[in-house]
Structures are given as structure tokens and as C-alpha cells.
């Protein structure tokens, strides 16, 4: 059998082990708008979490809090109740309960307590894999009968409860997907064991299940088919997504045989930050030239080769993205170039508009790159370990491109 555990309002909860007010009083973590971000110099943290950022900087502890631009990135479970949720700006979570406690993020403990979970719960599973911050795959197939994991479950929920303070849910299913999907439906505090899933699927909306995004959402509802169920009986909707799509429907059913992988291979990696709306055209090239250094100085020292880069803008209501083909070997400078190409792209056709986050994602991430079309991969790495070594002597931002 195969678990799924998620920690119930995990950031909520490991803000609560530093700051005892924030316990059973309706509350919320918040990020701010990342000023620090773009006029300070950040520091590169080895970080023991793969798909976490390893950038910081240090944050401005004294700043007068703008409700209007701070924004709810967890919620406890007492504040869900007013009807707050993830993306409220404070002003209107405010309104929503007058009583509202904040407290502003602390990233880094987040993943020094996420790496002790990890510590330990790989003493008690004989294979983990680290989905997320808050989440984990288990595989307990040899190691506890089927008869004997519910009773395990258990005990890891207490023990996870008792050693770290922080609420778990737990789903359980032969499935690796079909126990995340249980997961949700045993949230908050609760464990869930299924070996079959068709039952559990009735009358469950198609965006509660993993993999069916919102591209596939809006295609499915033109077609009347709104739950899980329903896109069983019209399997057939799906054939348009290939492999994609037979995978969606075999995840559904818990068939996919999908194996919980100690490691994976890293595909992509991703900066991004929100800040107050800013119309200064100049101000935004610079921060998205900043970004992408920073997103550099993580590919340079995992050794990557990205083959793709997508620039995020957003605006109003708007996200816009567009993706820049890679067809050389990583080069620090290439990369910001292209980087910068892509934003003016996305601003060629808007006026007077106020920005006001900026992501940049390297994709199709791979250690190596043809050698016998470009000769100059070694001389690019070495080139790409002196900047590194500089960078750790003398901070990030000591070397800059111009332009």
C-alpha cells in the first residue's frame, strides 16, 4: 500500500511553535511585496530541499505593513470559517474577521522543520519521496501487511503530532495519486483508506483531482462533465491529451502504478516575486534581469543545461507568459538576454499597464548537452564555476551584465 501525508495548514502551524498567540485563534501567514528582494543583495542558502529556493535576502523587520499589497499565504483552519482564503489581500481579510492575527513568513524555518520531517520519516518508511514543503509519498509495500497500515498510519499521525507539533492528514491506497486524492477528503486531522476509489469519486469536482488543470477543466465542462465520475463514463473526452490523458484517467481509477521515487530528476525551476504594482518600464527590465541572475546562480551550481525559459508577467487580472527556446549550452549572459526578450515581448502590446509580479522559470533542465554541436560546453562550465566562486566570496550581485 502506498500513503499520502500532508500537513494541515502547515505554514499556520509551524508559525504557531514560535509564536503561541497565533494557537486556535483565527489567523493568517503572510508574504509581503518583496521589495527587499530587488534592493538589497540576497545570499544563496544550500538548501536541502531540492525544489525550494536556495535565494534570501534579509528582510526589512520594521516595515510599516500595507495591507493593501500584503497578501494571506496560509490560513488557518479558525480563519477559513470567516471565509478567508490564500490570495486575500490583509485589507479584505481583515473585513472578513475583524479579529484576524498575522504573522509574516518565516521561509527558512519552514524548511529546516519540513528537512527534520523528512529525517524522520524516513526512519519509519522504507521509501519516501518529498512532494512539496508540507507533502510526502510513503511505499509500505513489504514492510506492514495490508491488514496492518491503517493502524500505522495512526501511529505515525500521533507520532508526527507529538514530536513536531504539527497536524498531519494521511490518505492510504494502492494508487500513489488515489491516496493523495484521499488525503484531501480526510482533511483536517484525518486518515483515509481506500481500495477502491469509486466510491470515493462520486459527485467530486474534476479541479480537486491532481493533473486536471484548468485548460483540461474548461474543456471537460463544455462538454457537461463536472465531476470525477461523470469524466469516467466519457473517458473517451480525454484521448485528445495522449499519454497526458490516459494517465489522468488511470490516476482516477487507481491503476496508474506510479512508483513513490526517493529522488527525481529535476525538470524545471522557477523564481518569482510580487511586489506593488509598478508602471516604470526601466524599473521592471531591471527587476526581471535581477530575477533571472538569481535563477542563474541556482542553475550554475546544480550544473544545469536549460533547454527552455518562460517569462510571467501579471497585471490587473491578467497573466501573461510567454516560453524562449534554449539551443545552447547554459551561459549566464544568454540567459538574462532571453530573459529580457521575453518580457519585452509581453510588454510590446500593453500600455500604461502596472506590473506588479514577474516569474521566470528554466525548463527542461538536463546535466548535459551535445557535445558535438557545440564544442565550447567546458569552456562554458569553468566559466560558469568562476562566476560561482566569485559570487560566494563576494555576494550575488558583485558581477552584472550590462544593457
Known amino acids: 500500500m502506498k500513503l499520502h501525508i500532508d500537513f494541515d495548514s502547515y505554514f499556520v502551524n509551524a508559525q504557531r511553535l514560535l509564536n503561541k498567540e497565533l494557537c486556535n485563534t483565527p489567523c493568517v501567514i503572510y508574504a509581503g511585496s518583496d521589495e527587499d528582494f530587488f534592493n538589497q543583495d540576497a545570499k544563496y542558502i544550500d538548501n536541502k530541499i531540492a525544489f525550494m529556493s536556495s535565494i534570501e535576502v534579509i528582510r526589512s523587520e520594521n516595515k ?77 509495500e513489504g514492510f506492514k501487511k495490508d491488514a496492518e497500515v491503517l493502524d500505522y498510519a495512526k501511529y505515525l499521525q500521533k507520532e508526527l503530532l507529538d514530536k513536531f507539533g504539527l497536524p498531519a492528514s494521511i490518505g492510504i491506497n494502492n494508487s500513489k495519486w488515489g491516496a493523495k486524492f484521499l488525503t484531501d477528503l480526510a482533511k483536517p486531522f484525518g486518515i483515509r483508506m481506500e481500495y477502491d476509489l469509486s466510491n470515493a469519486i462520486k459527485g467530486i469536482d474534476i479541479k480537486n483531482f491532481a493533473g486536471i488543470g484548468r485548460e483540461i477543466q474548461k474543456y471537460l465542462r463544455a462538454y457537461g462533465v463536472n465531476t470525477l465520475d461523470e469524466l469516467l463514463q466519457k473517458e473517451y473526452l480525454l ?36 511586489f506593488k504594482p509598478i508602471s516604470d518600464y526601466d524599473e521592471l527590465r531591471r527587476r526581471v534581469k535581477i530575477l533571472a541572475r538569481y535563477l542563474c546562480v541556482w542553475i550554475s551550481k546544480h550544473k544545469y543545461h536549460p533547454k527552455k525559459i518562460e517569462i510571467s508577467i501579471k497585471y490587473g487580472n491578467k ?27 509581453l510588454m510590446k502590446n500593453t500600455k500604461n499597464v502596472s506590473v506588479y509580479y514577474i516569474g521566470i522559470a528554466a525548463n527542461n533542465l538536463d546535466k ?36
Open 319 to 345: 497573466l501573461e507568459h510567454i516560453g524562449i527556446e534554449i539551443m545552447q549550452p547554459f551561459d549566464e549572459k544568454n540567459l538574462i538576454d532571453n530573459a529580457v526578450k521575453g518580457f519585452e515581448i
Open 239 to 274: 484521448d485528445k491529451y495522449g499519454k497526458n490523458g490516459k494517465k489522468i484517467i488511470a490516476r482516477i481509477k487507481g491503476v496508474d502504478n506510479e512508483k513513490v521515487e526517493e529522488t527525481k530528476d529535476i525538470k524545471s525551476h522557477a523564481i518569482s516575486k510580487s
Open 64 to 140: 510599516v505593513i500595507d495591507y493593501r499589497h500584503f497578501t494571506a499565504i496560509a490560513v488557518s483552519y479558525e480563519a477559513k470559517k470567516y471565509g478567508v482564503k490564500v490570495g486575500d489581500k490583509l485589507n479584505i481579510a481583515y473585513q472578513k474577521c475583524p479579529n484576524l492575527k498575522i504573522a509574516r513568513s518565516n521561509i527558512r524555518f519552514y524548511k529546516e522543520l519540513s528537512f527534520k520531517v523528512r529525517q524522520f520519516l524516513e526512519s519509519k518508511i522504507p521509501v519516501i519521496e518529498q512532494f512539496s514543503i508540507d507533502e510526502f509519498f510513503g511505499d509500505l
Open 368 to 403: 548535459t548537452y551535445c557535445e558535438n554541436i557545440f564544442q565550447n560546453t567546458t569552456k562554458n562550465q569553468k566559466l560558469n564555476e568562476t562566476l560561482s566562486a566569485i559570487r560566494d566570496k563576494f555576494g550575488i550581485s558583485c558581477i552584472k551584465y550590462g544593457g
